[in-house]
């Protein structure tokens, strides 16, 4: 009996790992449509005409156009976050996590532009949007605890501490990367590197003393 039970749950561990498989997958094929034309002017329809899977596919694995959007978000930001974590643990020195971290910062605002540009545009859309807010504010706290680490993190390697709140960090590096994505957006090339500047002087200010 034993024996049944172990290999009905090893068969709905598979097919719910295909589920997740397809969902990941499907996500991906519409991301270059969602993040070229954001939230307001994208259908699950106009997704499908993307791409290679048919709308009928689209609404099986994914409830409608909100459930599609804060699953791709919510995919490229865990992503950002071990990226950043790996930024942590493989500084051995301030000076290496400072300049690590400018150098992510700068190199996402060029290479992932169209994705973050979609990550502020459905933020904007849950001051409004009931549907989205708890996605939203779960995203959002997953992202200020990514740079609470890395600040902290920066804090121990230079043996002092950190002088504001979690969320006033994360705000005050969350508007300057959004600042200069809309400049990057505009055509401006200096962006990048006001970026990585002004993250590495921030970084400074959140860690008095610091390296």
Known sequence: MATVDRQGERIARRQVDKYEERRRELAGAALQTLSELGYARTSLR????????????????????????????????????????????????????????????????????????LWYDLRSQALFEESFRADVLEIDGTLQDMIWRIVTRYAELSGTEVAPSPAATYAMLDGLFQQQLLHHLAGDERARTRLAQDAGSLLALAVPGGG
């Open 46 to 117: 106009e997704i499908a005409q993307n791409s290679s899977f048919s709308h009928g596919v689209l609404h099986y694995y994914f409830r409608d156009k909100v459930d599609l959007i804060t699953y791709c978000v919510r995919q490229y930001k865990a992503d950002c976050v071990r990226r950043y974590d790996r930024i942590v643990t493989d500084s051995d020195t301030a000076g290496e996590l400072r300049a690590g971290f400018a150098a992510g910062l700068a190199e996402t605002l060029v290479e992932d532009a169209a994705m973050h540009r």
